[in-house]
C-alpha cells in the first residue's frame, strides 16, 4: 500500500478492510475463489440483511402490509417472461467467444477480429433485446399488479400500494436493461466483477430501503431496494466500462446493425435453438418457485402471504449462497468444454457440487433451528410459516441445490435438454400448489414443493445429465 493509500484509509475504514480480508482468506482456506468469495459475501450480505429487514418489517408494517411486500416480489419475478431466457444464454455463448479476447481499456474489448466482431454483435442484439423487454415488462406489468392486489382484498388496505407498485415495477425494468452488459462480463470470466457488483449493489438497496421503512415509507421500499441495485450498476458500467456501453449504442444506432457479416451472430441458427428452450424452461419455472405467495395471498390473505414471503426470503438467501458458487465456475465449465477438456471439467464440477450440497444441508439444519427458536420464544417468530411447515420447504432447498448443479453443468454446453421436463413439472408443481395451497395453506405449498423437488425432478434431471454428459462427450 502506498503512502497515499494509507492516509486516506481510516481507523473504521482499515477494521472494515481487515474483517472483509479475514472473511475472505477463511473462504480461500476452504477452496474458495476470489470470484466465488465475492459471491458467497453477496449472499453473506443477504442472510445478515434478511432478518434485518425482517425485524424493521415487523416493527414498522403491518402484517397485511408484510403479505403485500413479499407478494410485490412475487410478481416482480415475471420479468422472467421478459427475459426469455436469453441472460444465461448471453453468458455461454460470450464465455465460448471470448477464449481468444481480453478486456482493454474502459471496457474495450481486444483480440482476434472475429470472435471479437461476434462478441460485439452479442451486445448489440442483446441490448436491443432486453431494452425492448424492459418497456413491455413496465407496459404490461403496472396493470397486471393493479388489478391483483385490488382484486384479491375484500377491504380497501389503509396503507398506499399503488404507487409503490408502480414505481418497483420501473425499478425491475431499469435493472432488466443492465443486465445484458453484464451476462457478458460474466461469461468473458470476470465473475469476481458481477458479483462484487451484486454485493454492493445489495447492500446499497437494503440500505436504502431500511432507511425507508424507518421513516414508515411503507411498501416504497421495495422500489428502495431495485433503486439501490440501479444505481450501483450504471454508476458501474459509465465508470469502469464505458467503451461497452459506446460500442453497444454504435452498434444499435449504425444502419449497418440488421445486415449479416463474417463476425455476425446468426441469431436465428446459433442463439434461438438454445434460447426458446430457456424461455421455456424459465417461464416454466415460475410456476414451480413464485406461485407460492400470489396463491397464498388470493385463497388466504395478506398476511398467511407474509408469512409465506418471509421464510421464503430466508430459504431463497440460503438457496443463493449455494448457487453462487455453482454460477460462479459456469464460465470455466464452458471454456472447458470449447476446448473439449472433459476430465478437468468434470473434477471442478464434481467438487463444487459437494461444496455446495454440503453448505445447503448446513445451512438448512441452522434455519431450521432459528424459526422453531424463534416461535418458541419471540413473536416475531409468528412472522414466518409453523417450524413444521418451513422444514418441508427448506429440505426442497437442498434438493433444488442439487438439481441446478445438474443443469448449469449441461447448459454449460450451450444446450438444453432440460427443456420438456421442467415444462412437464411446472404444470404439475403449479397445478399442486393451486390445489394444496386453496386447502392446505402453507402446509399444502410447502409438502408439495418437496415431494416434486425430491420425487420428479432429481431423478429426472439426473438421468438427463448421465446420458446427455456420456452422448455429447463420446461424440466429441
Same mark, same amino acid.
Given at each position: 500500500?502506498?503512502?497515499?493509500?494509507?492516509?486516506?484509509?481510516?481507523?473504521?475504514?482499515?477494521?472494515?478492510?481487515?474483517?472483509?480480508?479475514?472473511?475472505?482468506?477463511?473462504?480461500?482456506?476452504?477452496?474458495?475463489?476470489?470470484?466465488?468469495?465475492?459471491?458467497?459475501?453477496?449472499?453473506? /450480505?443477504?442472510?445478515?440483511?434478511?432478518?434485518?429487514?425482517?425485524?424493521?418489517?415487523?416493527?414498522?408494517?403491518?402484517?397485511?402490509?408484510?403479505?403485500?411486500?413479499?407478494?410485490?416480489?412475487?410478481?416482480?419475478?415475471?420479468?422472467?417472461?421478459?427475459?426469455?431466457?436469453?441472460? &444465461?444464454?448471453? #453468458?455461454?455463448?460470450?464465455?465460448? $467467444?471470448?477464449?481468444?479476447?481480453? /478486456?482493454?481499456?474502459?471496457?474495450?474489448?481486444?483480440?482476434?477480429?472475429?470472435?471479437?466482431?461476434?462478441?460485439?454483435?452479442?451486445?448489440?442484439?442483446?441490448?436491443?433485446?432486453?431494452?425492448?423487454?424492459?418497456?413491455?415488462?413496465?407496459?404490461?406489468?403496472?396493470?397486471?399488479?393493479?388489478?391483483?392486489?385490488?382484486?384479491?382484498?375484500?377491504?380497501?388496505?389503509?396503507?398506499?400500494?399503488?404507487?409503490?407498485?408502480?414505481?418497483? =415495477?420501473?425499478?425491475?425494468?431499469?435493472?432488466?436493461?443492465?443486465?445484458?452488459?453484464?451476462?457478458?462480463?460474466?461469461?468473458?470470466? $470476470?465473475?469476481?466483477?458481477?458479483? &462484487?457488483? $451484486?454485493?454492493?449493489?445489495?447492500?446499497?438497496?437494503?440500505?436504502?430501503?431500511?432507511?425507508?421503512?424507518?421513516?414508515?415509507?411503507?411498501?416504497?421500499?421495495?422500489?428502495?431496494?431495485?433503486?439501490?441495485?440501479? %444505481?450501483?450498476?450504471?454508476?458501474?458500467?459509465?465508470?469502469?466500462?464505458?467503451?461497452?456501453?459506446?460500442?453497444? /449504442?454504435?452498434?444499435?444506432?449504425?444502419?449497418?446493425?440488421?445486415?449479416?457479416?463474417?463476425?455476425?451472430? #446468426? *441469431?436465428?441458427?446459433?442463439?434461438?435453438?438454445?434460447?426458446?428452450?430457456?424461455? =421455456?424452461?424459465?417461464?416454466?419455472?415460475?410456476?414451480?418457485?413464485?406461485?407460492? @405467495?400470489?396463491?397464498?395471498?388470493?385463497?388466504?390473505?395478506?398476511?398467511?402471504?407474509?408469512?409465506?414471503?418471509?421464510?421464503? #426470503?430466508?430459504? @431463497?438467501?440460503?438457496?443463493?449462497?449455494?448457487?453462487?458458487?455453482?454460477?460462479?465456475?459456469?464460465?470455466?465449465?464452458?471454456?472447458? %468444454?470449447?476446448?473439449? @477438456?472433459?476430465? @478437468?471439467?468434470?473434477?471442478?464440477?464434481?467438487?463444487?457440487?459437494?461444496?455446495?450440497?454440503?453448505?445447503?444441508?448446513?445451512?438448512?439444519?441452522?434455519?431450521?433451528?432459528?424459526?422453531?427458536?424463534?416461535?418458541?420464544?419471540?413473536?416475531?417468530?409468528?412472522?414466518?410459516?409453523?417450524?413444521?411447515?418451513?422444514?418441508?420447504?427448506?429440505?426442497?432447498?437442498?434438493?433444488?441445490?442439487?438439481?441446478?448443479?445438474?443443469?448449469?453443468?449441461?447448459?454449460?454446453?450451450?444446450?438444453?435438454?432440460?427443456?420438456?421436463?421442467?415444462?412437464?413439472?411446472?404444470?404439475?408443481?403449479?397445478?399442486?400448489? *393451486?390445489?394444496?395451497?386453496?386447502?392446505?395453506?402453507?402446509?399444502?405449498?410447502?409438502?408439495?414443493?418437496?415431494?416434486?423437488?425430491?420425487?420428479?425432478?432429481?431423478?429426472?434431471?439426473?438421468?438427463?445429465?448421465?446420458?446427455?454428459?456420456?452422448?455429447?462427450?463420446?461424440?466429441?
Amino acid at each position: 500500500m502506498n503512502t497515499k493509500e494509507m492516509v486516506l484509509k481510516t481507523p473504521d475504514k482499515q477494521k472494515t478492510d481487515n474483517l472483509v480480508d479475514i472473511f475472505l482468506k477463511t473462504l480461500y482456506f476452504f477452496g474458495f475463489d476470489r470470484a466465488v468469495s465475492y459471491g458467497v459475501l453477496a449472499r453473506v /450480505w443477504g442472510v445478515f440483511a434478511g432478518p434485518v429487514t425482517m425485524v424493521i418489517i415487523a416493527a414498522r408494517f403491518s402484517r397485511e402490509q408484510q403479505g403485500f411486500y413479499y407478494t410485490f416480489s412475487s410478481l416482480l419475478a415475471l420479468q422472467t417472461f421478459f427475459e426469455l431466457g436469453l441472460l &444465461y444464454v448471453i #453468458a455461454q455463448f460470450a464465455s465460448h $467467444e471470448f477464449v481468444q479476447l481480453r /478486456w482493454g481499456a474502459r471496457g474495450r474489448i481486444e483480440g482476434d477480429p472475429v470472435p471479437r466482431e461476434r462478441f460485439i454483435d452479442l451486445l448489440c442484439k442483446s441490448t436491443m433485446w432486453f431494452g425492448v423487454a424492459s418497456i413491455l415488462m413496465i407496459v404490461l406489468l403496472v396493470p397486471t399488479g393493479l388489478y391483483f392486489f385490488k382484486d384479491g382484498q375484500h377491504s380497501q388496505p389503509d396503507f398506499a400500494w399503488r404507487v409503490p407498485w408502480t414505481l418497483a =415495477v420501473i425499478g425491475t425494468g431499469l435493472n432488466l436493461l443492465a443486465t445484458p452488459f453484464f451476462a457478458m462480463i460474466m461469461g468473458s470470466g $470476470e465473475v469476481v466483477t458481477v458479483n &462484487y457488483r $451484486e454485493l454492493i449493489g445489495g447492500i446499497a438497496g437494503s440500505v436504502i430501503s431500511w432507511l425507508v421503512m424507518g421513516a414508515h415509507g411503507g411498501l416504497y421500499a421495495v422500489f428502495a431496494v431495485t433503486c439501490g441495485n440501479v %444505481i450501483i450498476s450504471w454508476s458501474y458500467l459509465l465508470r469502469k466500462k464505458p467503451e461497452l456501453l459506446k460500442m453497444a /449504442w454504435q452498434g444499435i444506432s449504425s444502419a449497418g446493425f440488421f445486415k449479416e457479416n463474417r463476425g455476425a451472430i #446468426a *441469431w436465428r441458427e446459433e442463439i434461438w435453438p438454445m434460447q426458446w428452450k430457456m424461455a =421455456v424452461s424459465s417461464g416454466a419455472s415460475y410456476f414451480i418457485f413464485q406461485l407460492f @405467495n400470489p396463491i397464498l395471498f388470493h385463497y388466504h390473505g395478506s398476511v398467511v402471504a407474509g408469512q409465506m414471503g418471509m421464510t421464503l #426470503a430466508a430459504a @431463497n438467501a440460503l438457496l443463493g449462497i449455494c448457487l453462487t458458487l455453482l454460477i460462479a465456475k459456469s464460465p470455466d465449465f464452458g471454456k472447458l %468444454i470449447a476446448v473439449q @477438456n472433459w476430465k @478437468n471439467l468434470d473434477r471442478q464440477f464434481y467438487r463444487v457440487l459437494l461444496q455446495s450440497a454440503t453448505l445447503v444441508s448446513i445451512g438448512a439444519f441452522s434455519g431450521w433451528c432459528i424459526i422453531w427458536f424463534l416461535q418458541k420464544n419471540y413473536t416475531v417468530g409468528q412472522r414466518f410459516i409453523p417450524a413444521s411447515h418451513a422444514a418441508f420447504l427448506l429440505g426442497a432447498v437442498c434438493v433444488q441445490t442439487v438439481n441446478s448443479a445438474f443443469a448449469i453443468y449441461l447448459r454449460a454446453h450451450k444446450k438444453e435438454p432440460l427443456m420438456t421436463i421442467t415444462v412437464l413439472v411446472s404444470i404439475f408443481q403449479g397445478a399442486l400448489t *393451486w390445489f394444496l395451497g386453496m386447502r392446505y395453506s402453507t402446509l399444502g405449498v410447502t409438502v408439495g414443493y418437496f415431494l416434486v423437488s425430491l420425487i420428479f425432478i432429481f431423478p429426472s434431471f439426473f438421468l438427463i445429465w448421465k446420458r446427455c454428459r456420456a452422448e455429447w462427450h463420446a461424440v466429441a
